[in-house]
């Protein structure tokens, strides 16, 4: 029954959005290990995660669409002072790894990524796989509405949790996430969120730059790909 309920406020709210653009930009946040650390090892490893937490927090994230597109990228940001090569580098992953690009009306999804010294257009196919919730929260002014999925790329069949405005019909999302019945606002991956900090919606088309350049792949054969290579390496080839 609820499920029927949320059914039918979602499409209602569809029928009563005007805008058909706008450029999101989100916050990232980290949630620290509340337990204390095992060994000297474990100890080192979160302080390792702390400060590649603390230059993600420094980027600017980035997600702008249309009524049928949309382009998610990252806008980096370099520390002045005594920088962790190391750290940095990795900080540009969590919630990037590219740049994002979705078209709901061909179903395609790209990521355009730099992965072994070549640049890559990684071809794959938007699915709805959310399991939608009745459960609610505020972010901003906007009524959002709970949505989780299994993250494919996590380890322990861990979920990714998102959440969506179904005021703003719009079903993209940072990251590459989209699909849902509504913007979304709120990612969640591990211990790692991206929050909406400022919307800016408009009446007039953006225009959407669908990436061009690079070795154009699928997921799983670039998986494959970076499997093999690493194989390689540990066999010192």
Known sequence: MKKSVLFIFLTVTVTLFSQNSGVAEYDFYYREFSDKPKNINETNAREMVDVISEYAKS???????????????????????????????????????????????????????????????????????????????????????????????????????????????????????????????EVTKYRYTLRLRKLKLSDKTIVIERPEKGIVITTEELKSLMKKKRLEIMKGN
Not at 112 to 131: G, K, Q, S
Not at 155 to 173: C, D, H, K, R, S
Request: charge should be negative; include cysteine; hydrophobic fraction near 30%.
């Open 59 to 185: 980027h600017k994230y980035l997600l702008k669409f249309n009524t049928n597109e949309s382009l998610y990228y990252v806008e980096t940001s370099m520390p002045t002072d005594g920088v962790n090569e190391f750290a940095y580098k990795f900080s540009k992953y969590i919630f990037s790894n590219g740049i994002f690009y979705q078209n709901k009306t061909t179903l395609e999804k790209i990521n355009e990524t730099f992965e072994m010294n070549e640049l890559y257009l990684v071809n794959d196919t938007l699915i709805n796989n959310w399991e939608l919730s009745s459960e609610v929260k505020y972010i901003g002014k906007y009524k959002c509405y709970k949505a989780t999925s299994k993250c494919s790329s996590c380890n322990e069949n861990q979920l990714i949790t998102v959440w969506f405005a179904p005021e703003i019909p719009m079903a993209y999302g940072p990251a590459g996430y989209g699909g849902t019945p509504g913007l979304i606002l």
